[in-house]
């Protein structure tokens, strides 16, 4: 994200913000998150491990976009996207399967800060893309200019 415009890095800073923060509360206690995301611990005994994994993975990405440049951040984000979208899919399916509790609102629970991720991620990667492009016609103008 460094060296990127105030508004791009606006979106991607929130959108590690947001990932970063929830994987680390996963992490630090896994119990309480299951707790509030409706996961019965007594039924579901590795699932704490499963947390920490998801969130150590969540984390590691978020320091990554942090960190990367203008070169490779299109990348970390498209990656991101794929995870994001792949989590809301795997939760609906599974709420779907029956295998959550039957308290109203699994679902939000389980994916509004995944798609609050993804609609940052997808703007940034709009915004890039659109950049690079206006970048790379501002230089065929130029170019073309030149050679008369």
Known sequence: MRGQIWYIALLI?????IRFSLSAFGYANP?????????SLSSNPQMPYAIRAWAIRD?????????ADKTTVKMLLAGCVAIDSTDIVSAYL???AGLF????????KL??????????ELGALIL??????????????????TTR
């Not at 800073?13 to 913000?17: F, H, K, Q, T, V």
């Open 13 to 17: 800073g929130l959108m590690c913000i």
């Open 128 to 145: 890039l893309s659109i950049r690079r492009q206006e970048g790379f016609e501002n230089k065929s103008a130029e170019s073309s200019a």
């Open 59 to 67: 984390m590691i990405i978020s320091v990554l976009v942090a960190l």
């Open 111 to 120: 994916t509004s800060t995944a798609v609050a991720a993804l609609l940052l």
């Open 101 to 108: 509790g039957t308290e109203d609102g699994w679902l939000l």
């Open 31 to 39: 119990h309480w998150f299951m707790e509030e995301i409706g996961i």
């Open 94 to 96: 599974s709420g779907v």
